[in-house]
C-alpha cells in the first residue's frame, strides 16, 4: 500500500478567509500524513494561482484556527504565523509530525497528493504502527538502500559472523520487514521480524545498517 507520509510538496494548501469551513479536516489529514522533519503548511489569505486577497483580522484567523484544533485528539503539533504579502496581512499555519498520530476531528483523514480523504481501516492501522520508534525509523527508508547484516554462524569465529549486504527495503509493517538483496540478480525478497532487527548506521554508505538476529536465536521453520 502507498505510504501514509506525503511528499511535503503536496502538503501545502491555500484558503481564503471565507473558506474555513473544511479546516478541521485539513488540520487533521496535515497531522496524519506530514513526515517526521517536514512541515505541512496551509496559506489562509492566498488563492491557489498565487493572487493575495489577505485576511480581515489576523488575529481572528490564529483564533478560530485554535478553536479547530483544539478539537483534535490527541493534539498536534503547530503555530500560526502572520506575514504581509502583497502589502496585505496573511496567516500561515504550519503543522509537524509530533508521533501521535493518529489524530481524530470526529474523523481521522490523510492526505493524497492534493486531495484529503477518509483514512482506512488500512491506513488507519499504519499510522497506529508507525508510533513504534523502530516502525517510524525503518518507514522513512521504504524503497531506498539499506545495508542489512545477517548472522552467520562461522566454525572458525566465535559469535555471529556479519556480512554487509546492500538491501532495498521494500516494505515496514508492525511485525515484519521485507528486504531485496541487491546482490543477487533475481533480487530475492527476504522478510525478517521487527524483534530481531537492531538498527546501527553504515558510515560509509550513509545510510541505516540493520543487523538481522543478533543474538542468534533458532531461525523459524518456514
Known amino acids: 500500500m502507498p505510504p501514509v507520509w506525503q511528499a ?58 485554535k478553536k479547530e484544533a483544539d478539537k483534535i485528539y490527541p493534539e498536534i503539533f503547530y ?44 491506513v488507519f492501522q499504519q499510522l497506529i504502527d508507525l508510533r513504534s520508534d523502530k516502525v517510524r525509523e525503518l518507514s522513512q527508508w521504504v524503497r531506498k538502500t539499506v545495508i ?26 508492525r511485525y515484519f520487514s521485507t528486504f531485496r538483496n541487491l546482490n543477487l540478480a533475481h533480487q530475492r525478497l527476504e522478510s525478517e521480524p521487527n524483534n530481531w532487527l537492531e538498527l546501527g548506521w553504515d558510515n560509509t554508505q550513509n545510510c541505516p545498517r540493520i543487523y538481522v538476529n543478533p543474538e542468534m536465536k533458532p531461525r523459524p521453520p518456514w
Do not use: M
Not at 485539513?26 to 517526521?36: D, E, G, H, K
Open 8 to 65: 511535503e510538496d503536496s502538503l501545502t494548501e491555500k484558503k481564503l478567509e471565507n473558506d474555513l469551513q473544511d479546516l478541521l479536516k485539513t488540520l487533521v489529514a496535515f497531522a496524519n500524513s506530514v513526515a517526521p522533519g517536514d512541515t505541512a503548511r496551509i496559506l489562509i489569505g492566498e488563492r491557489d494561482d498565487g493572487t493575495v486577497q489577505g485576511v480581515k483580522s489576523a488575529d481572528n484567523i490564529q483564533k478560530s484556527v
Open 79 to 122: 503555530k500560526t504565523q502572520v506575514y504581509e504579502r502583497d502589502g496585505k496581512q496573511c496567516v500561515r499555519v504550519l503543522i509537524q509530525h509530533n508521533n501521535l498520530a493518529p489524530h481524530f476531528g470526529g474523523q481521522a483523514w490523510v492526505r493524497r497528493g492534493s486531495v484529503t480523504e477518509p483514512a482506512t481501516e488500512e
Open 148 to 173: 542489512v547484516s545477517w548472522a552467520r554462524r562461522s566454525p572458525s569465529i566465535v559469535g555471529p559472523n556479519w556480512d554487509a549486504v546492500p538491501c532495498e527495503l521494500v516494505e515496514v509493517n
